[in-house]
């Protein structure tokens, strides 16, 4: 959504980078090369796919995330292990909370665990995303006011002015 809206993104890969197929590089390098796409992995280059590097690799994700929003989570494997995660980091964690029915289990400890409600359905999802759209747009207009992409995450990363 990021590529196709011309925005900015960063790829989290669950292994090494080398690992990435020509189609999908090939698709992914004009964006990189535009300063669009970060392309992350915290992986040896030629690291194979493995359920433990893709569970390490949400900690990175949920790292970087500002809001992580839960549709379904059981109380096990990689949405809970990362739901779980943002929440000791701190991050807002919203956990859709419908019917006690059709909730699963992972999102009912969840709400136990501190994430915020999100009922079904929304009625105004604004309110609750407005402070990270202000953010983004804040972010956006300083990055679009750069000569030059940013050659670094930390460059992205520094204060709003």
Same mark, same amino acid.
């Given at each position: ?5 011309? +925005? ?13 197929? %020509? ?17 992350? @992995? ?9 359920? $433990? ?22 109380? %096990?494997? +990689? ?10 980091? +701190? ?14 289990? +992972? ?5 136990? %665990?501190?994430?915020?409600?999100? %009922? ?30 940013? @050659?670094?995450? $930390? ?7």
């Amino acid at each position: 959504g990021a590529i196709e809206g011309n +925005g900015y993104t960063t790829v989290v890969l669950p292994h090494g980078i080398r690992k990435l197929s %020509k189609v999908q590089m090939r698709a992914l390098l004009p964006h990189i090369e535009a300063g669009k796409v970060l392309l992350l @992995s915290q992986f040896h280059p030629d690291a194979p796919w493995l359920v $433990s590097r893709a569970m390490d690799r949400n900690m990175v994700v949920t790292g970087l995330a500002q809001t992580v929003i839960v549709a379904e989570s059981d109380s %096990k494997g +990689g949405t809970w292990e990362g739901a779980n995660g943002a929440l000791k980091q +701190g991050k807002r964690v919203y956990v859709r909370d419908a019917t006690e029915k059709e909730t699963l289990p +992972g999102n009912r400890l969840l709400l136990e %665990k501190g994430a915020k409600s999100l %009922k079904e359905p929304v009625e105004n999802i604004t309110d609750m995303l407005s402070p990270l759209l202000q953010e983004g747009q804040t972010l956006h207009v300083r990055q679009s006011s750069m000569t030059e992409p940013p @050659s670094q995450l $930390s460059l992205l990363a520094l204060p709003y002015e």
